[in-house]
């Protein structure tokens, strides 16, 4: 009989109700059942609550970003990540920057932007000015929506109102600007921006459709700095590649993509490590990227007066340390301790610290030995445990297809059979 997978009802099924049921549908074993019914350092019963239709957890190994001196402070950065070599790149870029005192941040404040989209209007101009001539009240109406927020400081601060042409014609839309404090805000602003919806349609006689936050939170940037000295990172040539690199990232989509994807290694890993969105900031770190109408880098590099290198980064930065899953998971609870934040700016700027530490750590091997060397030793001890190696024979195997220049899954097996038969 051919299995179904409509499920009427899933979500009122109790967690072991429905790991039974998978588990008939997949053959799953025992074994496997009791592999992913662990959730980790997330207790079952938060897991259950936090999505739906939960069976189970995925555990994530956590590594420390060390040597980060940030504002003048040493901190230990939590990151949660399956890729292999970008924790040790991070720390080590984070030992070179050291040298010079390390990272300097400062982030623009947590504004952000809620979308109300205002469709057939006659006069998109008219019914922009209207609405901004009502503005207080509808700040005035958007803030009503959340005391808790306006008594820890935030609230609706501005409006600002866009036509935008569209293939289905003038639009009106209105963008309010709200101070989300500690909140990542998504909940907060959506709230707010269907609150004042019946407002902005009564004031233009115009009709609206989406109310939403946008991603592209380009009123909640953090940035970060470091000077790489000269002869710490490997003398003039080693600057000079690296301007190179980072030039081709600026010029070409294709290479910035991927300039840009190891830069998200560091933030998404801290991101995920306090239980923030890591969609939300990928979103809002591409499209900025795109902000100039042509995808580029979201570094930028120079060198000072002594020919040292300068690194910068500059990047939206939506987190927070209250709502969503960062306070719901104990583990990213524990993050935020180990960091010592008290607040969602100090943490958007330490994230910022950690995308620049990866990326001038990749563009720095770019430009020299190449990424395979420093990356294939870690991605080898991948491919032998896969392979089935345990104990000490993950290293051994891992070394010996390193020093072969063969890091395969084949050669693992055939490895492993060798020194499983000494
Ligand atoms: P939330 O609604 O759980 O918590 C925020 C609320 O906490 C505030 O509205 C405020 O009332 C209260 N609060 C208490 N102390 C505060 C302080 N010091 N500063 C600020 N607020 C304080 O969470 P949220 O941050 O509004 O929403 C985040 C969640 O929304 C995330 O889980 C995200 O994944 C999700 N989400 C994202 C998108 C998107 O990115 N496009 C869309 C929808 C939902």
Redesign the pocket.
């Known amino acids: 009989m051919e299995k179904s997978s409509e499920v009427s009802g899933f979500y009122k099924k109790s967690m072991e109700e429905r790991l039974k049921f998978i588990q008939e549908f997949a053959c799953l074993t025992d074994e496997e059942v009791a592999t992913i019914r662990n959730t980790g350092g997330l207790p079952v019963g938060t897991a259950d609550k936090m999505i739906e239709n939960v069976v189970g957890g995925l555990t994530l190994p956590m590594g420390i970003g060390v040597n980060f001196r940030i504002n003048g402070k040493d901190i230990l950065i939590p990151m949660v990540i399956e890729e292999p070599s970008v924790v040790a790149a991070a720390s080590n870029a984070a030992r070179m920057a050291r040298v010079k005192g390390g990272f300097s941040a400062d982030f623009s404040g ?1 504004v952000m932007i809620a979308q109300v989209q205002l469709v057939d209007v006659d006069r998109p101009q008219e019914a922009k000015e209207k609405i901004l001539a009502r503005k207080n009240d509808i700040l005035e109406l958007a803030a009503k929506q ?4 306006i ?4 609230g609706p601060k501005d409006l600002e109102v866009r036509v935008i042409e569209t293939s289905m014609g003038p639009m009106v839309i209105t963008h309010l600007l709200v101070d ?12 707010m921006a269907e609150a004042v919806a019946p407002m902005i349609e009564q004031i233009t006689g115009g009709r609206v459709l989406l109310r ?4 592209l939170a380009v009123h909640r940037l953090a940035r970060a700095r470091a000077v790489f000295e000269r002869e710490i990172i490997g003398g003039e040539a080693v600057v000079e590649g690296i301007l190179n690199a980072w030039a081709f990232a600026e010029a070409d989509p294709f290479r910035a993509a991927t300039h840009n994807k190891g830069i998200m290694n560091g933030i998404s890993s801290v991101v995920l490590a306090t ?3 890591t ?2 900031i990928e ?2 770190a591409h499209s900025y990227a795109a902000r100039n109408g042509r995808y580029s880098s979201l570094t930028t590099y120079e060198k000072d007066a002594d020919g040292n290198l300068v690194g910068s980064i500059e990047v939206p930065m ?1 987190v ?8 719901t998971h104990p583990v990213a609870r524990i993050a935020l301790k180990i960091m010592d934040i008290q ?2 700016a100090q943490l958007a700027q330490i994230i910022a610290c950690v995308g620049l530490a990866q990326n001038f750590a990749a563009l720095r091997a770019l430009a020299t030995e190449g990424i395979q060397r420093g990356h294939m030793g870690l991605h080898a001890r991948n491919v032998a445990i896969s392979a089935g190696a345990q104990g000490e024979l993950v290293d051994k195997i891992a070394q010996q297809m390193v020093k072969e220049r063969k890091v395969r899954a084949d050669r693992a097996k055939e490895l492993l059979a060798e020194y499983s038969n000494k």
Not at 212 to 215: A, E, G, K, T, V
């Open positions: 947590p959340d005391p808790i927020l008594q820890a400081g935030g989300t404090r500690d909140a990542m805000g998504a909940n907060a602003v959506n709230t939403i936050l946008s991603n239980g923030n969105d969609r939300a979103a809002g939506a927070g340390i209250v709502g969503g899953a960062t306070k607040s969602a």
